[in-house]
């Protein structure tokens, strides 16, 4: 046998599997957060309206602007510092959380903690942000004397209202936008999830129990009398409805690989092979669905026979039976396999077996061989010294784990048994990802959109309190309520609408960083955007509804009085 090296840089090694994850993680953060500042800042213009008074007062009274930004930073700082320490307090348990439930490897993620680095860039974030507030409310209420004189008197009140509005109803669209943007990212990894989960397998994985053991190199020689054995002694369980073993375990990723030849060409590449044990397809009620079934009564009479998947049979033997077919394995260099300076015989294809994703859920049904340990089927040049049990159980598979290894240990104690799970768990751990990722952004893009209908009320209730005298008058001279709550509805879609369309924009461009975690849908799901955006519309809506009831209840002589 000969080996064929592939050389890997570390560093890739590492963390080519989690990098799109977290960059896919820190970019849904990073909309959030940036949601959170609209709105903040959304909120900010709220209390200076309601201060407007008050700055006039102290501006009128011989505050400086240095006087006013001191007092808006010491406000905003306080702000600041509350929430970095609220802050912190939710990133330690939800660091907890993400240890004890992130379904991949991350590297060193032992070592993650909330360090110094991670104490000064939530410092940062706090800085700027008390900035930027501090900022809105200053430039919002430094005006000079007259100005102030002016707002005392009540004189500039509707047109520093429609400005204020104007402006909060940019933070709102944007709100919308971002809100938008994570809702459609959410759609299409819950979408693909969905997707994912009713993808046949190829095996049932209800009630199976895996064990996965090992055995020493120096009792590779009686490696099939070990497995008999044990196989038989499992079988003899209470509980237990049929056993047997193979080399690797669907949806594990690890089988072996050969080049091999139909006739006398060679594949164009190598084939995954599989070692199984009688009844291996029965035991995962994996279809055989032409020739022999491989059951424990069943007698092989062809040498080194072997089972094809479906894939294999149409790929190389289209529109013929490949039973009776022979193929042959080959070492790396396309040359036949020798043992003891004399080629090994060639394979008999005897059954052909349903196609099974070995590999994942998202991976097509690759071409397989599988190689029956038992004499004279087994590959004598390859001795598969660790093995998988599988375990069909009438109950909970669990509950089979501690006899099967008690039995273990009893049969062979130099076995060794690394790992004992239910085939739901691993595949469940097959889609982990997926589902991760769907939960993450879809709890994301639920804070957003509740920012986002928080903000778009607010900026609803600030026009009817601005529009109050108009409306009354409005009321005074016939018009109807539905006609004021159509005005005020109206005026809320209005700027919903822009963040709707700049949202479909920044969604369109956004998604496309989760093509590698899709399945069957595409970025740009025009069902799934249309779905969000339907969603969005209707959530300002209902936002917007209160303030409209409001308006549509005014009383026309109170309102004009006051």
């Excluded at 499992?234 to 193979?246: E, F, H, I, Y």
Aim: with cysteine; hydrophobic share 50%; proline share 6%.
């Amino acid at each position: 046998m000969q080996l064929k090296p592939i050389v890997v840089p570390l560093k890739e090694d590492v963390i080519a599997d989690v990098r799109k994850f977290l960059l896919l993680l820190f970019g849904g953060t990073t909309f959030l957060l940036l949601v959170a500042y609209a709105n903040t800042a959304s909120l900010s213009l709220v209390r200076a309206e309601h201060r407007h008074h008050e700055m006039a007062v102290r501006i009128a009274l011989g505050a400086r602007p240095t006087d006013l930004m001191r007092l808006f930073l010491t406000e905003a700082a306080m702000l600041s510092t509350a929430g970095v320490a609220l802050g912190l307090l939710l990133a330690h348990l939800a660091l907890k959380a993400i240890v004890v439930f992130t379904p991949v490897r991350l590297p060193r993620l032992s070592e993650v903690g909330l360090d110094s680095r991670v104490f000064a860039f939530a410092c940062s974030l706090a800085v700027l942000g008390a900035l930027v507030f501090a900022g809105i409310a200053f430039l919002r209420q430094s005006a000079p004397a007259s100005t102030a004189a002016a707002v005392l008197k009540g004189s500039t009140r509707i047109t520093d209202d429609g400005k204020r509005l104007r402006m909060r109803s940019v933070l709102v669209a944007v709100q919308v936008a971002l809100a938008l943007a994570l809702l459609a990212g959410s759609g299409l990894m819950v979408q693909s999830f969905w997707r994912l989960s009713r993808v046949d397998p190829g095996f049932d994985p209800s009630g199976v129990l895996t064990v996965e053991i090992g055995l020493p190199t120096s009792r590779a020689g009686r490696h099939q009398q070990i497995y008999e054995e044990l196989i038989d002694r499992v079988r003899a369980l209470p509980g237990v409805r049929t056993a047997s073993a193979a080399s690797s375990l669907p949806l594990d990723g690890t089988a072996y690989a050969f080049p091999i030849a139909i006739g006398a060409e060679p594949t164009e590449r190598p084939i995954a092979m599989k070692f199984v044990m009688p009844e291996y397809f029965q035991t995962m009620r994996t279809p055989v669905i032409d020739g022999a079934s491989f059951a424990s009564d069943e007698t092989v009479d062809l040498p080194n026979a072997v089972f094809v998947s479906a894939a294999f049979a149409r790929r190389y033997f289209p529109g013929e039976s490949p039973i009776g077919k022979s193929i042959r394995r080959l070492e790396a260099d396309g040359k036949e396999v020798e043992m003891f300076d004399r080629p090994v015989p060639a394979w008999t294809i005897v059954g052909v077996v349903a196609d099974v994703r070995e590999e994942s859920l998202r991976s097509e049904p690759k071409e397989m061989v599988y190689i029956p340990v038992r004499d004279p089927a087994v590959e004598r040049s390859i001795v598969p010294t660790n093995m998988a049990l599988v375990i069909r159980s009438d109950g909970p598979p669990t509950s089979l784990a501690s006899a099967v290894r008690r039995t273990i240990r009893e049969v062979d104690s130099s076995l060794s048994v690394a790992r004992i799970r239910p085939m739901d768990v691993i595949l469940a751990t097959s889609v982990a990802i997926e589902r991760f990722l769907a939960a993450l952004l879809l709890v994301a893009a639920a804070a957003s959109l509740l920012l986002g209908a928080i903000g778009v009320y607010g900026v609803a209730t600030q026009a009817v309190r601005r529009r109050e005298q108009e409306f009354g008058i409005r009321v005074t001279i016939g018009a109807r309520p539905d006609q004021i709550m159509g005005m005020v509805l109206r005026e809320s879609v209005a700027f919903v609408l822009v963040g709707v369309v700049v949202g479909i924009a920044s969604a369109l461009a956004a998604t496309r960083a989760l093509r590698a975690f899709l399945f069957e849908v595409s970025a740009t799901d025009p069902a799934t955007l249309a779905a969000v955006t339907a969603l969005v519309i209707a959530v300002a809506l209902i936002a917007s509804l209160l303030p409209a009831r409001r308006a549509m209840r005014l009383d026309p002589v109170a309102t004009l009085r006051n």
